[in-house]
């Protein structure tokens, strides 16, 4: 982001532009390679026994689809649904309700962008905002920690939101030296458990040529297709920060439920970074977590695209959000509306 390009040392930045001219991006949008990727699929496709259905579970994955009309591309027998890869769609509507109670007792607090505009049952923290209470917009955990160093006399909180790739980030901040006034409200989640709950429910959750391939010869597995910039081990350093951060637990996903071992919670060595023990506030009802007449719950699961919702483009604008799926950049509502897919 343009804001944040002045905080990356000259070194850091010359290592990443040399890293960006070192992969040819351009070559993925050759017509010929996307011929030739179109051509195996439906090849793959055609000896398909019936329709199929495939889950990605990715918001920028969404915005592809979406912006490029990659859907239209597809054989008919073959569909593409967006899973639960929107954290702020998945997060408690409980979370939320805890950061606005922090905040009404008084303490400066601090999330992204997107978090703020979330939709619950208990109001969002834009509207915790508009009656007076201290709610700022972040880029990362080290703005929470300026402003707390900032205001000594505050209690600031950072609510920590996102998959495992936001995980790692704070948990490297909850092990460094830290003010006294600052504490963690997490909302982080494992997408491995969430995955093993929709295909236990018969969900499919597969790639597109490699698994067809898969599908044809009966046999599942995990096929890296970042290979060129992901390792198979992954980033053994970031796995290695967040054990020593966080303890994994059952976590609750809208419209999944509670999850197994999908949640990451401050340990009980570092309790003192907790807001939910300094403040006293956790919650386990969700009984209401998704605003009347709002079919997010379908929308992240695969079962329902956005356009089957009746509150789509009426009653939920990305302007006027009713569902958490219309609040994110990475919800498929939003994604959609932004796209006009379907009106």
């Keep these: 982001m343009p804001s944040e390009t002045h905080r ?5 930045r010359l290592r990443f532009i040399i890293y960006l001219v070192a992969i040819p991006f351009s070559d993925f949008r050759k017509k010929e390679r996307v011929d030739e990727a179109l051509g195996q699929i439906a090849s793959l496709a055609g000896k398909l026994p019936g329709p199929v259905k495939l889950m990605h579970v990715c918001g920028s994955h969404e915005h592809t689809l979406v912006r490029w009309g990659l859907r239209s591309l597809l054989p008919k027998n073959l569909e593409l649904v967006s899973g639960p890869g929107c954290p702020v769609c998945v997060a408690s509507s409980q979370e939320v309700r805890e950061a606005i109670e922090i ?24 509207e915790a905002k508009a009656r007076g209470l201290d709610v700022r917009i972040v880029y990362s955990g080290l703005d929470a920690v300026r402003i707390a160093r900032e205001n ?6 950072f609510f920590a939101i996102g998959f495992e790739t936001t995980a790692a980030p704070t948990a490297a901040l909850a092990l460094s ?17 969430a995955v093993e709950v929709l295909i236990a429910e018969g969900v499919p959750l597969r790639g597109i040529i490699a698994l067809l391939d898969d599908i044809l010869k009966g046999r599942a597995g995990l096929h890296n297709e970042y290979a060129r910039v992901v390792k198979s081990e992954g ?14 637990r059952e976590a609750f996903w809208r419209g999944l439920g509670m999850v197994p071992a999908s949640g990451l919670f401050l340990r009980d060595d570092l309790a003192h970074l907790d807001a939910r023990r ?7 009802d969700h009984a209401e977590d998704m605003p009347e007449g709002c079919s997010c719950g379908l929308v992240v699961t695969g079962r329902a695209y956005p356009t089957d919702c009746p509150l789509f483009m009426s009653a939920c604008r990305p302007e006027n959000p009713h569902g958490p799926c219309m609040v994110s950049v990475e919800g498929t509502c939003y994604i959609w509306a932004k796209g006009r897919i379907g009106f």
């Design 152 to 157: 000594p006399e505050r209690e600031v909180v």
């Design 103 to 126: 905040a009404e007792r008084g303490a400066i607090l601090c999330t992204f962008g997107d978090m703020i505009r979330d939709v619950t049952p208990y109001g969002s923290l834009a």
């Design 235 to 248: 980033n053994a350093r970031a796995q290695e920060i967040m054990r020593k951060a966080f303890d994994v």
């Design 177 to 193: 030296e830290l003010p006294d006034n600052f504490s963690f409200l997490t909302s982080h989640r494992l997408t491995p458990p």
């Design 8 to 12: 990356i040392c000259p070194r850091a």
């Design 278 to 284: 300094r403040f006293g506030v956790e919650y386990h």
